[in-house]
């Protein structure tokens, strides 16, 4: 009756409501939930055993507008399911992925079963809790198309459980990924090498499967965090676990209960946040290394149940567990007998062979009956036979230490390096024996009472031939030689006294081979056009004034000509179409706003350097963490500048290692193109090579060029054989090579990188590169191959060496092309001994291995590609020399800085005016800028597996 007394719109209005509000009990118009979104919860309420516990609302058709338990909406549609704990059965419904905007699925802890049902096309979807249920089937396209995902756990369900099932590599699209989480249920095969490819990945899983095989090389340098591969069923995982000690972020390992061999590595001292390590029950062996057990974080060490040996160490924490294993002494902290350490380093050597290993246990090499191993009155070693049984490394100085050593036998085996020297001191030696291996010179000089026999190293006799792996050996154990060894009278055949001709010869035979070398070119350039013109003859072109090692920087990028980056239309901030790109590479991208303020927008008082394409400036972020920023000249963006940016995004997001400069992000936003990378405070290689007096720097000493030369061929190895993909750098060089505060080399530029080529022996392309330092077939032919690295990472050994720069037209013509005036003083040592840059204190150990460094610069820049050698053996070369290496009288005064002659006011008013005068033009790049891990503050944070 009160309608009567409104007005006609007032009345109208009101009756338009009741009648809505009588449609909506009646059915589904006034539903705000999308009806596919409704349509599944539908289903996997009627799914589930006791549907009862979720306490959703009878007759509601609403869970968005209603707000049912444990669903949560953003308007119409459902973006999360959060049912952990509830000890839900029964099964999920198979058109699950119909949610296309759920981003976080908490069904963990439940005792849900059946097969999953495919996520394929859940693009939103970031976190999968599915842990700790009943499912036993995945579907192939499980998946698929999830680009957002950042978290995933299937931990503990028995899916295939009687063939097993693989990860497939359609995860990879998942390039926000930080937790796989996959323990526990059933995954079979080998662990994908992809995963070595996925940059943002933090919390690897894998612990009580069926996994088989290594661990991928191409983990190596990945910024994983925690790492659980623990008992796997059968045999598990077997190889070395070398590839862990290059994954320095790492917080925690756990590879208990495998079958995993060989040493733990002594790199693993480098991961400095470790806390927890677990490497019981596998079958490693060799002496547990200092820097472990010295690990600032570490809380707990688990190794019991292996092979290890020599001492115990002392720690410093409590949960240290060490038994059972062979060690030379049941208390932590007692050294082994002097004999027993000097044998463990001689094993050490040799990568501690198992097979020898395994019966080299407790502290008396004589009274445990120690294979190959003999003893005079059961007291004193006095003779070593292990011939034949394929051992590889080196011979160790450390058996210089035998005194009573009689023979030493290591015939037949595949040891390299050199003979040390300290063991022409041995004052009871008679016979030393390591004929048919492939030792190289130079040669201790023995006493005439010493048979020695080096007959059959290729090195050191021009009459052997061919090196081929040792035939029918047999592992030992069973029937060691009578007394550790064979008669020595027959163990090899030769002279008492190193023959002459193992002298001669190699100089005899070199002339020759020069001479004929001589000879067919003359005949090649008679006959037809030369393919290879000689090194010196690529070397004629205009220079630019400009740069300051006086090289010439050749640049030639090209989208469809085998270069590397894909890009995609962005937006300006104000909304509209930019012309400019941005890489798809995960979260590097940083608002440009951002840099200006930490660069003081730009200010020339930030800047580091110029060059290329455009100027280096450092900057600082909030907490303090230094980066550089490379900003690229708006008058300089061409295609191939642009390629450029590209590629140095498309490969730093890719690839991980310690000797490669990280990137840690990048902005292009409207005409601003610009690099983000750490700071690497010692700048370029070039500035300490060749500027440094200019610069009133200390020139760098031989341990640390040592260091920086193999610091950067393993970024090489690692680009060329161990990265997910063969890169090709193309412009290594002493500028593109940055220095830490520890003088620690990390390759930088990436701007030319191309992809190897894939099945073929070269692939064509434009020339690019900097003169000098060009291969002679890519400067002629434009062919690349990885041989191409190998001959520029030459030209920057010599440069090591020389203290020269790779081109120089103010040099003499005989020297103005280092690498071709290098390859003809090389060979001769007194020649090679007036090249060396004077700086560099040569002591008779350090004239030793610069020897070696020379000869491997000049395999390496050799004319014809195939006769360089691969980046791996340049490690296997300078890694015995950098450890070799004995720091001369005053090199703790250069570490230091500091002159211990002056009275100590005196020094501390010199430290304090160089903390406070550092110089920021040492960071300058002579060509493009300074290019420097990523710091903590752009660190990714990651979720635990169980969702918290």
Request: aromatic residues 6%.
């Amino acid at each position: 009756m009160e309608l009567f007394f409104l007005n006609g719109d007032m009345a109208a209005r009101l009756r338009l409501v009741i009648v809505s509000a009588l449609l909506c009990l009646s059915s589904s118009v006034c539903a705000e939930t999308n009806p596919d979104d409704y349509d599944v919860l539908q289903d996997f309420y009627k799914g589930l055993n006791n549907p009862e516990v979720l306490k959703w609302p009878a007759g509601s058709n609403d869970p968005c507008g209603d707000k049912w338990n444990y669903i949560f909406c953003s308007g119409s549609r459902v973006t999360q399911i959060q049912t952990k704990n509830l000890k839900l059965s029964g099964t999920l419904p198979e058109h699950l992925n119909k949610l296309t905007e759920l981003s976080n699925l908490g069904l963990q802890n439940n005792n849900l079963s059946g097969s999953l049902p495919s996520f394929s096309g859940l693009s939103k979807l970031q976190y999968a809790y599915l842990g700790n249920n009943q499912f036993d089937t995945i579907p192939s396209d499980f998946l698929v198309g999830l680009t957002s995902l950042q978290v995933i756990s299937l931990n503990n369900n028995p899916l295939n459980q009687s063939t097993g099932w693989t990860l497939p590599s359609d995860i990879s699209d998942s390039v926000q990924l930080t937790n796989l989480s996959l323990s526990g249920c059933n995954l079979a095969g080998q662990i994908p090498d992809f995963l070595g490819s996925m940059s943002s990945l933090a919390v690897l899983e894998m612990s009580y499967n069926m996994l088989t095989g290594r661990i991928p090389t191409s983990l190596s340098g990945s910024q994983l965090r925690i790492l659980k591969l623990n008992n796997q069923q059968g045999s598990g995982l077997t190889g070395s676990i070398d590839v862990v000690a290059s994954m320095t972020q790492l917080t925690l390992v756990w590879l208990h209960g495998n079958s995993f061999t060989g040493p733990i590595p002594s790199g693993i001292g480098d991961c400095t946040s470790l806390t927890q390590v677990s490497l019981n029950n596998n079958q490693l062996v060799g002496l547990i290394p200092e820097n472990l057990t010295a690990l600032p974080r570490l809380q707990s060490l688990q190794l019991g149940n292996n092979k290890l040996m020599g001492p115990i160490p002392n720690v410093s924490f409590s949960n240290f567990k060490y038994d059972p294993n062979p060690f030379c002494q049941s208390t932590p902290g007692i050294p082994c007998a002097p004999e027993v350490t000097a044998l463990l380093g001689f094993l050490g050597g040799m990568d501690y062979p198992e097979s020898v290993a395994t019966s080299w246990s407790g502290n008396d090499p004589c009274g445990n009956s120690w294979f190959g191993v003999s003893c005079t009155g059961q007291t004193k070693v006095s003779r070593i036979n292990l011939q034949k049984l394929n051992l590889n490394g080196s011979i160790s100085p450390s058996l210089g230490q035998l005194d009573s050593i009689q023979e030493i036998i290591l015939a037949g085996n595949n040891l390299n390096g050199t003979i040390p020297d300290v063991l022409a001191s041995l004052p009871s030696l008679t016979l030393l024996d390591v004929s048919n291996n492939d030792l190289a010179p130079p040669v201790p000089k023995f006493k005439t009472s010493v048979k020695f026999i080096v007959l059959g190293n290729r090195l050191l006799d021009p009459s052997a031939p061919p090196r081929s792996p040792p035939a029918g050996n047999s592992p030992p154990g069973n029937s060691p030689p009578s007394g550790g060894g064979s008669n020595p009278g027959e163990a090899s055949k030769g002279s008492s006294k190193p023959n002459v001709l193992v002298y001669v010869l190699p100089i005899v035979i070199g002339v020759v081979i020069i001479l004929l070398a001589g000879l067919l070119v003359y005949c090649r350039r008679k006959g037809k056009k030369e393919t290879f013109p000689a090194p010196s003859s690529i070397v004629i072109h205009p220079r630019d004034s400009s740069h300051s090692e006086g090289t010439v920087k050749v640049v030639v990028a090209n989208n469809a000509n085998g270069s590397i980056p894909s890009s995609i239309p962005t937006t300006t901030s104000s909304g509209s179409t930019s012309n400019t790109h941005v890489i798809e590479s995960g979260n590097l991208v940083v608002s440009v706003q951002i840099l200006r303020n930490v660069t003081n927008n730009f200010s020339a008082d930030q800047e580091l350097g110029r060059g290329g394409f455009g100027v280096v400036y450092k900057g600082e972020l909030h907490d303090g963490t230094e980066i550089a920023v490379k900003r690229m000249e708006s008058g300089m963006l061409s295609s191939k500048a642009f390629d450029e940016f590209q590629a140095e995004i498309a490969v730093l997001s890719k690839v991980r290692h310690r000797n490669l400069v990280s990137l840690l992000g990048f902005s292009a936003e409207d005409n601003e193109k610009l690099l983000v990378y750490e700071y690497m405070p010692n700048g370029a290689l070039s500035k300490h090579l060749f500027h440094w007096k200019k610069l009133n720097i200390d020139p760098l000493s031989w341990k640390k060029r040592l260091n920086i030369a193999l610091d950067v061929a393993r970024a090489m190895e690692y680009l060329h054989n161990l990265a997910h993909q063969s890169f090709i750098h193309r412009d290594l060089k002493s500028s593109n090579i940055l220095l830490d505060d520890n003088f620690r080399a990390k390759v930088a530029d990436f701007g030319l990188v191309k992809l190897a080529p894939d099945g073929k022996n070269s692939m064509a392309t434009r020339l690019a590169g900097t003169f000098g330092y060009l291969a002679p077939e890519y400067a002629v032919t434009g062919k690349v191959t990885t041989k191409v690295d190998v001959f520029s990472f030459g030209v920057v050994l010599i440069e090591l060496l020389t203290g020269m720069t790779a081109l120089d037209d103010n040099r003499s013509e005989e020297t103005r092309h280092l690498a071709s005036w290098f390859y003809h003083v090389k060979s001769n040592k007194e020649t090679l001994r007036s090249t060396i840059d004077k700086s560099i204190d040569i002591s008779e150990d350090t004239f030793e291995s610069i020897c070696a460094v020379s000869d491997l610069a000049g395999h390496c820049i050799a004319r014809e590609p195939q006769q360089r050698p691969d980046m791996g053996y340049a490690v296997n070369v300078l890694a015995p020399l950098v450890d070799k290496w004995k720091p001369s009288k005053d090199d703790n005064d250069e570490s230091l800085g500091i002159d211990f002659g002056q009275p100590l006011l005196q020094m501390v008013k010199g430290w304090q005016a160089a903390e406070g005068s550092t110089s920021m033009s040492l960071y300058l790049d002579d060509s493009k800028g300074s290019i420097p891990a990523r710091p903590a503050g752009f660190a990714e944070s990651f979720t635990s597996s169980d969702g918290r």
